[in-house]
C-alpha cells in the first residue's frame, strides 16, 4: 500500500493491485469509494480486474490509512479530494485513467473529469446520485433533525447498521457481508464521518455534467433509492456519451451485491475506447 505526504500534516494512501503481463502496458483505473468508506470497500472487484488494469484504490482523506491532522470544518470539500487525487494520479505516475467512483465517489469522477479532461479517459458512475433528495436526508436523519445529529447521536456504528438495512445492503440476504460493512465503516474516525456526511448532504454534481465530454458508463439500481428517476433523468439529458445498466436490486450497494456483472459491464465498456 503506498503512502506519501499530500501536507506536512497529512499523509494519503491507496491500494496499488497489477496482475497485468508487464509487457502489455495496460491502463489505469481508478476505484474510487463513496462517503465514509474507503478503499477495501471494493475487494468484491479486483479478483475480475486485476488482470486488465492497473488499479488505483485511494482511501479519502481521514479514511482508511489516509490519516494526520485534519481542519474538518476547512480541510474537507471537494476542492480538497479533487486535489487529492490529483497528487495520487502523480505519486502512481498516471498521466491518465480511468475513473470509475461509487455513490460520492462518482461525485468526484465528474468533477476530476470536468475540471482535468486531460486526466480522465473514460467515466464510470456506481450508484452515483447528482445531489441528495430532501426525502433521503429526512430518511437518513432517522427523526434526529439531520443526518449529522443522527450520526452525533447515535454514534457512527448504530446509525450505519440502520440506515444500510434500509437502503444498503440487505441485511437477511448475506449476514456476513452486512456485518462486515458495519464494522467496516464504523472504524472511520467519527468527527471525520460527521464532516464528509455534511459534505456529501450539500453537494451537488448538476453544474458539471454538461462539461464531461468522456464517454460515461451508469452502474445503478433498479429504482433506486438515493438515485432517483429524476436524477437518471437528469443525467440522460446532460452527459452526451451515457451508458446506464441497472442491476436488478432497489438496494445502494450494487458494487457489491453484483461485483461480476458491474465488472463485465465495466471490463467492455473501457475495451471499447482502449481498442480491445
Known amino acids: 500500500m503506498p503512502h506519501f505526504q499530500r501536507t506536512q500534516h497529512l499523509a494519503l494512501s491507496y491500494e496499488f493491485d497489477d496482475f497485468t503481463d508487464p509487457w502489455m502496458n495496460r491502463p489505469f483505473l481508478v476505484l474510487q469509494h463513496g462517503n465514509g468508506r474507503n478503499a477495501r470497500f471494493w475487494y468484491r472487484w479486483i479478483p475480475y480486474l486485476a488482470r486488465h488494469f492497473r488499479i488505483i484504490r485511494p482511501d479519502m482523506r481521514g479514511l482508511g490509512e489516509s490519516t494526520g491532522a485534519l481542519d474538518l470544518e476547512q480541510g474537507i470539500s471537494l476542492d480538497t479530494l479533487i486535489g487529492d487525487l490529483l497528487a495520487v494520479l502523480d505519486h502512481a505516475g498516471a498521466a491518465r485513467a480511468h475513473f470509475c467512483g461509487e455513490s460520492m465517489g462518482g461525485i468526484l469522477g465528474l468533477a476530476l473529469a470536468a475540471q482535468h479532461p486531460d486526466r480522465v479517459q473514460s467515466l464510470t458512475l456506481v450508484s452515483t446520485p447528482v445531489f441528495i433528495e430532501e426525502q433521503m436526508k429526512e430518511r437518513y436523519s432517522l427523526g434526529h433533525g439531520s443526518r449529522t445529529e443522527a450520526m452525533e447521536a447515535m454514534g457512527i456504528r448504530e446509525w450505519v447498521a440502520a440506515t444500510t438495512r434500509i437502503t444498503r445492503l440487505p441485511a437477511d440476504e448475506e449476514p456476513g457481508l ?12 467519527p468527527a471525520v464521518q460527521v464532516a464528509m456526511s455534511r459534505l456529501v448532504n ?75
Open 202 to 276: 450539500g453537494a451537488n454534481a448538476a453544474d458539471f455534467l454538461p462539461l464531461v465530454k468522456q464517454p460515461v458508463l451508469g452502474l445503478y439500481p433498479t429504482a433506486g433509492q438515493i438515485t432517483s428517476a429524476t436524477q437518471e433523468a437528469l443525467l440522460r439529458d446532460k452527459l452526451p456519451q451515457l451508458e446506464l445498466i441497472h442491476l436488478p436490486t432497489g438496494y445502494h450497494m450494487v458494487q457489491l451485491l453484483y461485483p461480476e456483472m458491474c465488472t463485465k459491464a465495466l471490463i467492455a465498456f473501457i475495451q471499447t475506447y482502449e481498442g480491445g
Open 178 to 189: 452486512f456485518n462486515w460493512y458495519v464494522d467496516e465503516f464504523a472504524k472511520g474516525d
